[in-house]
């Protein structure tokens, strides 16, 4: 811990953290003096028509918040296509996976690394310029925080995280991550599926991806526009990786509507965002257990860390159809983002 974050403590902070819902963004702040707390507060806003720009009202909101307390730390949650993971540190390892380690960003932990593309590093530092980020973090990130307080477990576990707009998954043994999936929720239940690699420039909200933490965004490392078409070109050469099955839209909307035939008449009871997410998971066993770029073995486990609503029906479906012992820990994940960065900024991380 650096001199400066020890002495940080005892003078009024608030932290901020910033979670995009489906239509709105929500807001949590905790105010903290000597490593206590004085008090927490949100507050929620409709997500604007043009979401290339924060919406005035949340630049009005927080600028008054900065002119109110003298130290104001603001973190992001991740909800953007272009981040991913691998297995491995190397750039061997995100060759194996068709990553350009040239157009990303990456996070290397001890076994595995989260990434995010540079033209998703540009677009959050366009959109909250206005107000200045301290940390941007991935849900990936904020996965693997979670699972290693709530006790790693050293067999092979498939964790959730699950959010209103989207759902994080994880795969791991002990702290080594085997296999990450990113997914954006669709309550009209068009699944389209992408899995460590995507075209990050034209697939921008276009439902799924995979695992990173952004820290302190580097304004000197941001991509020129001349330096933002070569990545487009290099974007060109991704259609080739490993999971084109799994992008042909037209293959995967017979194989959603093939697949609700033959599960029978209870999928009734699973409808809209639970069954979008049902199928999604469905997907995510298949391309781990099929797939030989991945070293995988049988999940008997499952742990949600559920910040949105998991119904009953899907609780069910999940443990008899995919054959998992399920565990579920409700969490707030806003607070959980807030908590983090507060962790960040008094060097206890």
Same mark, same amino acid.
């Given at each position: ?197 995507? &075209?990050?420039? #034209? $697939? ?5 991806? @995979?695992?990173? !933490?952004?820290?302190? *965004?580097?304004? +000197?490392? %941001? ?21 084109? &099955?799994?992008? #042909? $839209? ?5 194989? @959603?509507?093939? !697949?609700?035939?033959? *599960?029978?008449? +209870?999928? %009734? ?25 991945? $070293? ?15 119904? +009953? ?37």
């Amino acid at each position: 811990m650096s001199f400066s974050s020890k002495i940080q403590k005892y003078f009024t902070n608030l932290f901020i953290s910033i979670v995009e819902g489906e239509d709105s963004y929500r807001l949590f702040c905790k105010v903290l003096k000597n490593n206590k707390l004085l008090k927490k507060f949100d507050k929620t806003f409709d997500i604007a028509p043009n979401d290339e720009k924060l919406d005035s009202a949340i630049e009005d909101y927080i600028v008054s918040l900065q002119e109110k307390y003298n130290t104001v730390y603001i973190a992001l949650l991740l909800n953007s296509m272009g981040q991913g993971s691998i297995k491995g540190t190397h750039d061997k390892d995100f060759q194996k996976f068709s990553v350009h380690s040239n157009s990303v960003k990456a996070v290397k932990f001890k076994s595995w690394s989260s990434y995010v593309s540079y033209i998703d590093i540009n677009w959050i530092q366009k959109t909250y310029k206005y107000i200045g980020l301290d940390f941007v973090y991935s849900p990936f990130v904020i996965l693997y925080n979670l699972l290693s307080a709530y006790k790693l477990k050293h067999n092979l576990t498939l964790y959730i995280l699950n959010q209103e707009a989207s759902i994080t998954i994880g795969i791991f043994k002990g702290d080594t991550l085997c296999f990450g999936a990113f997914y954006k929720v669709d309550n009209n239940v068009k699944l389209s599926v992408s899995m460590d690699i995507d &075209d990050w420039e #034209d $697939e921008k909200e276009d439902n799924s991806a @995979s695992m990173v !933490e952004l820290d302190n *965004l580097d304004s +000197e490392k %941001l991509l020129s526009s001349d330096e933002l078409s070569e990545l487009t070109a290099l974007d060109d050469e991704l259609g080739d990786g490993k999971f084109s &099955d799994l992008k #042909d $839209e037209d293959n995967l909307d017979n194989l @959603s509507s093939s !697949e609700s035939e033959d *599960l029978g008449i +209870e999928d %009734l009871e699973l409808y809209g965002r639970d069954l979008d997410v049902f199928q999604f998971l469905q997907k995510v066993l298949g391309e781990y257990y099929k797939n030989d770029i991945y $070293e995988s073995d049988f999940i008997e486990n499952a742990i949600i860390f559920d910040g949105y609503d998991i119904g +009953e029906e899907m609780i069910g479906r999940i443990e008899d159809d995919l054959m998992l012992n399920l565990e579920i820990h409700k969490i707030d994940i806003a607070e959980v983002v807030c908590d983090l960065s507060v962790k960040e900024a008094y060097g206890e991380v």
